[in-house]
């Protein structure tokens, strides 16, 4: 049986100290704390297709509408054949110093 001495003891417990201190900036580096009001939510979106007789769309999709390209709004709802029938609004970023995008003016 092996004896180790204090020395040894301590060393081991910083060694695991560092190791898990490592673990928890790592994992918080590589956590993803989305706080965009530019991504839209995917729940109840069954029930809200489902009454229009349309599939949600969970994917994201550029709205296309009747021939109409709006690239700065995703697709809600779709048909079966995967044409997109009801869009989420708008995006209109607002930097606070200046407007990035308002599709109001294009």
């Not at 979106?45 to 995703?74: D, H, R, T």
Request: glycine residues 4%; aromatic residues 16%; charged residues 20%.
């Amino acid at each position: 049986m092996i004896i180790y001495n204090m020395d040894q003891y301590i060393l081991i417990i910083i060694f695991i100290i560092i190791i898990l201190f490592y673990i928890l900036c790592n994992n918080y580096i590589k956590y993803e704390n989305f706080s965009n009001e530019y991504l839209y939510p995917i729940k109840g979106l069954s029930e809200i297709c489902s009454k229009e007789n349309l599939y949600p769309s969970y994917m994201p999709k550029s709205c296309y509408v009747n021939g109409k390209l709006n690239s700065y709004a995703n697709c809600k709802c779709e048909d079966k054949e995967g044409n997109c029938k009801i869009c989420y609004d708008t995006i209109k970023k607002d930097t606070g110093a200046n407007i990035v995008y308002n599709a109001d003016f294009s």
